[in-house]
């Protein structure tokens, strides 16, 4: 594991080689924690090594990124640590959570997934992540 200082501050990842990512798994692509939804390989000539082509969607904006890199190239794989937590309030587009182990109070952006919009009430307990220091609601229970 590194810890290594980003933008927003501190950070942990892991790191793998392109060749052993897996649909479903995360990487990190242009400083964005993204999960893999396709890949394909592709042995290159008598003497060149293969590539691989990696489609991933951002975690936190939904954005699609490519990775195009050999299959023994290291990348950075995000830490995924997950949590519950319960809605004190929603002021709309934030949300304050309260993490129902350490009990710290937070506000987190209010999800854009609309399955959500009519779950999202005072008392409802969700579950979120945090990736490289950022929060996302992923489910409400």
Not at 2 to 24: A, P
Not at 82 to 105: C, F, P, S, V, W
Not at 132 to 138: A, L, S
Request: glycine share 8%; hydrophobic share 40%.
């Amino acid at each position: 594991m590194k810890y290594g200082l980003s933008d927003s501050g501190i950070m942990s990842v892991n790191y793998t080689t392109v060749g052993e990512l897996k649909v479903g798994s995360y990487v990190i692509i242009d400083g964005e924690p993204c999960r893999v939804v396709d890949i394909t390989k592709a042995k290159t000539g008598k003497h060149g090594a293969a590539k691989a082509n990696v489609v991933a969607v951002s975690v936190f904006n939904n954005a699609k990124k490519t990775l195009m890199a050999p299959v023994d190239q290291q990348v950075e794989v995000p830490i995924v640590e997950k949590h519950i937590g319960q809605i004190l309030a929603n002021t709309g587009d934030r949300i304050q959570l309260m993490d129902l182990e350490t009990y710290e109070t937070f506000d987190i952006d209010m999800p854009t997934e609309e399955e959500f919009k009519d779950k999202i009430k005072p008392g409802a307990e969700v579950e979120y992540w945090v990736i490289m220091n950022r929060k996302k609601i992923v489910r409400v229970k």
